[in-house]
């Protein structure tokens, strides 16, 4: 079955972020994380998000902390890596009873164990 990708590459999903849900493949990019995050969202894939979360700022997620948001579409604005360091700035569109409402952050990757992970968001 052929679906586009909600984390808005416009790739096939199961050729973007499919790959790293479903397919076992790890994001060697933090911006591709952050994507595969995003779609993790969307299809309310607790497990991937768990997995691609820093250890030490992973929260007890839950099912309900999931289900609470429809999210919309992505747009990643920048992306800045280093060896082991990486930000990512975005925005994330939501539904809300009074229309699309905008989540705009700027989170830092780490790397750990040769793998990117989400540490947390950056305060202005
Ligand atoms: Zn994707």
């Known amino acids: 079955m052929s679906q586009t990708c909600p984390c808005g590459t416009g790739l096939d999903y199961n050729d973007c972020c499919g790959r790293f849900l479903d ?3 790890y994001p060697q990019r933090a911006d591709l994380l952050m994507r595969s995050r995003f779609t993790a969202y969307v ?4 497990t ?6 820093h250890p030490d700022t992973c929260p007890a997620l839950t099912e309900n902390d999931l289900n609470g948001t429809e999210w919309l579409t992505l747009e990643v604005i920048t992306h800045h890596s280093g ?4 930000t990512v700035e975005f925005k994330a569109w939501y539904q809300t009873p009074q229309g699309a409402q905008c989540h705009h952050e700027r989170s830092l990757f780490k790397k750990v164990k ?3 992970v989400y540490l947390n968001p950056i305060a202005e």
Do not use: E, M, S
């Not at 299809?43 to 607790?46: S, T, V, Y």
């Not at 991937?48 to 979360?53: C, M, R, S, V």
């Not at 060896?83 to 990486?86: E, G, M, P, R, S």
């Open 23 to 25: 397919q076992g493949a």
């Open 48 to 53: 991937y998000l768990i997995k691609t979360w």
């Open 114 to 116: 040769n793998r990117w």
């Open 83 to 86: 060896l082991k360091k990486a």
């Open 43 to 46: 299809r309310r894939n607790r």
